[in-house]
């Protein structure tokens, strides 16, 4: 079950809803994969687990999994830069309907988008990266990104989730 979940959280999903009814979708041999040899759990059941597990566990054992795949060394006291950065996707303007906007925040060090979210047409990058830093463990890593995002909720947000922000401006 674990490994539908990170296979899950990789892919992007946000939620036990979204994990589930993708992981249902994929195809028998993916669930073998996984080590399912009948139909996987449905919802619930990866709420329950989750619940049980200890996070500071689950995330000690992600991280190091992560080290050794990507072969990064990641100390405790070394600050980890992630930017985040808005980018209207190529080909998505259509008539009367506004281009699909994309908020990404990107790992400096492996290069990996660590979490993604679309910014809603009724709104700007920076109402978007509050809510999309809030679901983030910002401890021990530096948020970089421009001038759009000097708003000081933004800041604060960042130094009372645990991390740290360089943003650029100019003039």
């Known amino acids: 079950m674990l490994t539908a979940v990170v296979c899950g959280l990789l ?20 669930w073998h994969w996984m080590g399912y040899t009948r ?3 449905k919802l619930d059941c990866f709420r329950d687990l989750l619940m049980k597990l200890d996070p500071a566990v689950l995330e000690a ?14 100390k405790p006291d070394q600050l980890q830069a992630v930017s985040v950065d ?25 290069g990996c988008v660590l979490s993604q979210c679309r910014v809603d047409d009724t709104t700007n990058e ?6 999309l830093l809030r679901n ?4 021990g890593r530096v948020v970089v990104g421009d001038a759009m995002f000097c708003q000081r909720a933004l ?16 003039g």
């Open 11 to 30: 892919c992007g999903n946000r939620g036990y809803t979204q994990l589930v009814e993708r992981l249902h979708d994929l195809p028998v041999a993916v």
């Open 61 to 74: 054992a992600l991280t190091a999994w992560i080290q050794e795949v990507l072969g990064l060394e990641v």
């Open 136 to 139: 983030m463990v910002l401890e």
């Open 39 to 41: 139909r996987p759990p």
């Open 86 to 110: 808005g980018k209207t996707l190529c080909g998505t303007l259509r008539p009367s309907v506004r281009a699909v906007h994309l908020l990404a925040v990107v790992d400096h060090q492996s």
């Open 155 to 170: 800041c604060e947000q960042v130094i009372a989730s645990g991390g740290h922000y360089f943003l650029a401006v100019k």
């Open 126 to 131: 920076f109402i978007a990266a509050l809510e």
